[in-house]
């Protein structure tokens, strides 16, 4: 069993800052390939970003490439997601996710039913 942890979370003006983090239970945080995703009232979840076992491979939505930095500490069982020049539209409960199963190293998943355990969130409100 594995325990998602989100803070971070908060109101902020458009073109302003926020870093979400997610710490994990577990001792194998490091085999966890992590994602982040977001929904908006009314609108379905999705995807974010998600980074990989290694660490080093990354994927984006379109809409967050270049704003957006997923990244992870193994030492502290932690990821991040570093979100900049925000916009109205990126409004929503924003929930990470892990998924333990045995994925290849640079594997990032994209889709929801491909993780396994999720946080309960946190919200994020940006004002125009």
């Known amino acids: 069993q594995v325990q998602l942890v989100e803070s971070g979370g908060g109101v902020v003006q458009a073109g302003g800052s926020l870093r979400l983090s997610c710490a994990a239970s577990?001792?194998?945080?490091?085999?966890?390939?992590m994602g982040w995703f977001r929904q908006a009232p009314g609108k379905e979840r999705e995807f974010v970003a998600g980074?990989?076992?290694?660490?080093?491979?990354?994927n984006y939505r379109d809409s967050v490439k270049g704003r957006f930095t997923i990244s992870r500490d193994n030492a502290k069982n932690t990821v991040y997601l570093q979100m900049s020049s925000l916009k109205p539209e990126d409004t929503g409960v924003y929930h990470c996710?892990?998924?333990?199963?045995?994925?290849?190293?640079?594997?990032?998943?994209?889709?929801?039913?491909?993780?396994?355990?999720w946080g309960q969130g946190t919200q994020v409100t940006v004002s125009s």
């Open positions: 980074v990989a076992r290694n660490g080093g491979t990354t």
């Open positions: 996710a892990a998924s333990t199963r045995a994925w290849g190293a640079s594997v990032v998943l994209t889709t929801g039913g491909a993780y396994d355990y």
């Open positions: 577990g001792r194998t945080f490091s085999s966890y390939a």
